[in-house]
């Protein structure tokens, strides 16, 4: 049976991979553009406009209070903010109270993979490695290289 995803990048060189991602990033941009026009007018139908006209455009005024208040909240949040960050980093820049993991030997990880010991030691020794899996998905085979 043949996975259901087939993916064919690794065949493909660097500049059809690359021409790919841009025409993608690009077909995204032009579909998020289309939906603009319908989320201004959503926004509008449910006052964005009316509500930036009021507060700002009133006749040319500019109102006192909301001069002097949106400065003083952002001064407050971000205090609050950095209050905060600055709490977290005291209450947890002590020693690290997890327990450390026990650690495995190579053996346990062969045993435990079912591989043998030329095979464990192509897998810890290669970067990039292709491995071929039994029926019950036992290690059996294991190639090199990208």
Known sequence: MTPPIIDHTPARGPRKRLASGALTAAAWTVYAWLWVP???????FVGVRTAYLRLYLNENEIDAFLLLSLPVIALICGA???????YNRVRFSKADRRKRRVKTSEEQVRISLGASPALAAKLRDGRIVRLALDDDARPVAATSGS
């Open 38 to 44: 319908l989320i201004t007018a959503v926004a509008w």
């Open 80 to 86: 609050l903010l950095i209050g905060w960050a600055e």
